[in-house]
């Protein structure tokens, strides 16, 4: 994880690990981050609108 976090909404959806949010310890945090087991590697991917700590995160299959 590039950017340790407090907070942070944590969600499993397919192979991957999401960490959502979060606080820093000086803002919210409106990033988020992709863990690949596979790989070993975490990457950035599409942020949020707003920084948001403490949020529920769930995958849904529709």
């Known amino acids: 994880m590039s950017i340790s976090r407090d907070a942070v909404g944590v969600c499993l959806l397919g192979d991957r690990l999401y960490a959502v949010g979060g606080y820093?310890?000086?803002?919210?945090?409106n990033t988020v981050e992709a863990y690949d087991p596979q790989t070993n590697e975490w990457t950035q991917v599409a942020p949020l609108c707003l920084g948001r700590?403490?949020?529920c995160v769930v995958a849904v299959k529709l």
């Open 24 to 29: 820093d310890g000086t803002v919210y945090l």
């Open 53 to 55: 700590a403490g949020a």
